[in-house]
């Protein structure tokens, strides 16, 4: 079946650690997302990507990064840098950039900074 | 500022009793609202989308409508297993491929 792959589930990291949070989709979709989730709050755009080797800042980039470099992944990594990490981070895709067609979630990833 | 605002925050009713979720929105220029079920500790689930004022989609005991600037989730005779989450969001303006989501509605059935 087709779908998108998120690991792990559950991650913990030390202070001054970056860590690397992976998404694969089997989906053959162009458009790729990564989401952070808090309690109380709706969902927050990280990064996007439209096509391989291309990503763009979302509304709270400060702290991650991204690649591309194939269709079917796109990795974030958590700096040492984004000072409050811990979160529920979602991955998605989608047919096209803006998912007319709608966002297909991964079961996301559970950051917590020990 | 655009924003997206879901209410209420919270809502438990009966088995059999049904209700209606809000989305209202403040954007200029919509190109589509979506709404989302999510479960607890999982990713969301697509549910549908909704692009001009009157338009209205149903999927079992769930029905989308669309105002200008709200948006409405009725469900009918709901089951203890429609409880979840549901996510509200929005894409507006040209140029921008984003979505911007509301906090959601927890719903609970009790059964």
């Known amino acids: 079946d087709g779908g998108i792959t998120q690991s792990p589930k559950y991650l913990f990291r030390k202070e001054g650690q970056n860590v690397t949070l992976s998404c694969e989709q089997n989906l053959n979709h162009d458009a790729m997302y990564w989401y952070r989730q808090d309690p109380g709050q709706g969902l927050r755009l990280i990064y996007y990507s439209q096509i391989v080797n291309d990503f763009q800042k979302g509304d709270i980039a400060e702290g991650y990064s991204v690649s591309r470099e194939k269709k079917e992944s796109f990795p974030l990594t958590v700096t040492s840098a984004q000072k409050n990490p811990t979160a529920f981070y979602l991955c998605?895709?989608?047919?096209?950039?803006?998912?007319?067609?709608?966002?297909?979630f991964g079961s996301g990833t559970r950051l917590t900074v020990v | 500022e655009d924003q997206v605002t879901q209410s209420p925050e919270a809502l438990r009713l009966q088995e059999g009793e049904s209700s209606s979720l809000n989305c209202s929105y403040t954007v200029s220029g919509l190109r589509g609202l979506f709404w989302y079920r999510q479960d607890p500790g999982k990713g969301p689930e697509f549910l549908f989308t909704?692009?001009?004022a009157g338009e209205e989609k149903e999927k079992e005991r769930l029905k989308a409508t669309l105002t200008k600037k709200e948006s409405f989730l009725h469900i009918t005779a709901p089951k203890p297993e429609d409880s979840a989450t549901y996510l509200c969001a929005v894409r507006f303006g040209f140029g921008n491929e984003k979505l911007t989501f509301g906090t959601g509605t927890r719903l609970t059935i009790i059964p």
């Open positions: 909704l692009y001009s």
């Open positions: 998605a895709s989608s047919v096209s950039l803006g998912g007319n067609y709608g966002y297909t």
